[in-house]
T-cell receptor, first 115, second 113 residues
Framework: DAGVIQSPRHEVTEMGQEVTLRCKPI?????LFWYRQTMMRGLELLIY????????DSGMPEDRFSAKMPNASFSTLKIQPSEPRDSAVYFC?????????????FGQGTRLTVV | DQQVKQNSPSLSVQEGRISILNCDYT??????FLWYKKYPAEGPTFLIS?????DKNEDGRFTVFLNKSAKHLSLHIVPSQPGDSAVYFC????????????FGTGTRLTIIP
């Protein structure tokens, strides 16, 4: 397996524009997580899905952020409209939920810059 | 509210010496702990874990110690090597790893040759 695949690797956009980040989890994993990395807060969990169903979105900063998982092999994180404070590295991770002591596998991240 | 805290943003250690990275947690429901390592421009990768039924877990040069009463864990790397230079994240979960991971802010470890 190629691991968790995220696209794009880098995104530069203007304030107010819509941004869509994409993730393909590891085949067979049934949980998917979106994280945001910042200097101040480290790795923050934004939302996670189990069997394509959103379980906890309490980490989503505000209504400008939304995430979907239409099937087991694809998820998107959308920011609309984007703001400069959204600039960060966004990671997607997947794991096998329900298997105790299972670690999450991370993608390489998308570095988002909003100017 | 930071439930997992890594109070040292950075640490420098001489090659060959022991590196000790610390992590504190506040949520008493956490019973499974992990360390992740992150190189620049890459995603975090799993390093080692420990369940609350243990107080020590060892894997090669890496050992994690858990002090439940103090709600504290530490990662020991011995001997430290230049390739160990990275950011290390501590993470915690409840229900023996079946709940979401809560991460700390990370510690940047620099190994000095």
């Amino acid at each position: 397996d190629a691991g968790v695949i995220q696209s794009p690797r880098h995104e530069v956009t203007e304030m107010g524009q819509e941004v869509t980040l994409r993730c393909k989890p590891i085949s067979g994993h049934n949980s998917l997580f979106w994280y945001r990395q910042t200097m101040m807060r480290g790795l923050e969990l934004l939302i996670y899905f189990n069997n394509n169903v959103p379980i906890d979105d309490s980490g989503m900063p505000e209504d400008r952020f939304s995430a979907k998982m239409p099937n087991a092999s694809f998820s998107t994180l959308k920011i609309q409209p984007s703001e400069p404070r959204d600039s960060a590295v966004y990671f997607c991770a997947s794991s096998s939920w329900g298997t105790a002591n299972t670690e999450a596998f991370f993608g390489q991240g998308t570095r988002l810059t909003v100017v | 509210d930071q439930q997992v805290k890594q109070n040292s943003p950075s640490l420098s250690v001489q090659e060959g010496r022991i590196s000790i990275l610390n992590c504190d947690y506040t949520n008493s429901m956490f019973d499974y702990f992990l360390w992740y390592k992150k190189y620049p421009a890459e995603g975090p990768t799993f390093l080692i874990s420990i369940s609350s039924i243990k107080d020590k877990n060892e894997d090669g040069r890496f050992t994690v110690f858990l002090n439940k009463s103090a709600k504290h864990l530490s990662l020991h790397i011995v001997p430290s090597q230049p390739g160990d230079s990275a950011v290390y994240f501590c993470a915690a979960s409840a229900n023996f790893g079946n709940e979401k991971l809560t991460f700390g802010t990370g510690t940047r470890l620099t190994i000095i040759p």
